[in-house]
């Protein structure tokens, strides 16, 4: 099986005393130990660097610590799915076509590159937001 996740699933990986820590690493380790295959987004990754390096932890995460974990723990587990501009503008259009505004769209590029992974699964901790927009795969979007 192929598994893809979200960036609110690395985070919580990442964090150890984040409250979704746990589970979210159980979901992951799945693809860690090679068992099934993972999939993350090519923006997922700069998101997780950007909210790992913003978090208002003590002490901070340093951004060598960020990029280390998607370096050595991401990306030795996980195909990096990227969009091109044709997907982007897809996006964007049903984006306006459904009436949707502000950072939903970030949630709609995940689903897309989901979408292009041919992934089983897909582990978010925004699942409302995910079924809300692509209802047609629901079976497929669950926390971990």
Same mark, same amino acid.
Do not use: W
């Given at each position: 099986? !192929?598994?893809?996740?979200?960036?609110?699933?690395? %985070?919580?990986?990442? %964090?150890?005393?984040?409250?979704?820590?746990?589970?979210? #690493?159980?979901? @992951? *380790?799945?693809?860690?130990?090679? /068992? =099934?295959?993972?999939?993350?987004?090519? =923006?997922? #990754?700069?998101?997780?660097? $950007?909210?790992?390096? /913003?978090?208002?932890?003590?002490?901070?995460? =340093?951004?060598?610590?960020? @990029? #280390?974990?998607?370096?050595?723990? %991401?990306?030795? =587990?996980?195909?990096? %799915?990227?969009?091109?501009? &044709?997907?982007? #503008?897809?996006?964007?259009?049903?984006?306006? !076509?459904?009436?949707? /505004? $502000?950072?939903?769209?970030?949630?709609?590029?995940?689903?897309?590159?989901?979408? &292009?992974? /041919?992934?089983? *699964?897909?582990?978010?901790?925004?699942?409302?937001?995910?079924? *809300?927009?692509?209802?047609?795969?629901?079976? !497929?979007?669950?926390?971990?």
């Amino acid at each position: 099986m !192929k598994f893809f996740f979200d960036t609110s699933v690395l %985070v919580a990986v990442a %964090v150890a005393h984040h409250p979704h820590h746990a589970v979210g #690493l159980a979901a @992951y *380790r799945q693809a860690m130990s090679g /068992r =099934h295959s993972g999939a993350v987004s090519a =923006h997922g #990754l700069a998101e997780t660097f $950007g909210i790992l390096t /913003r978090l208002p932890l003590s002490p901070a995460i =340093h951004p060598s610590e960020a @990029y #280390l974990f998607i370096n050595e723990t %991401v990306l030795p =587990h996980c195909e990096v %799915v990227s969009l091109d501009s &044709k997907d982007y #503008l897809a996006i964007l259009e049903s984006a306006v !076509k459904a009436a949707l /505004r $502000g950072g939903v769209v970030y949630d709609a590029l995940q689903l897309r590159c989901a979408e &292009k992974s /041919r992934c089983d *699964r897909i582990y978010t901790f925004n699942h409302a937001h995910f079924v *809300r927009l692509a209802p047609t795969v629901c079976d !497929k979007i669950s926390q971990p």
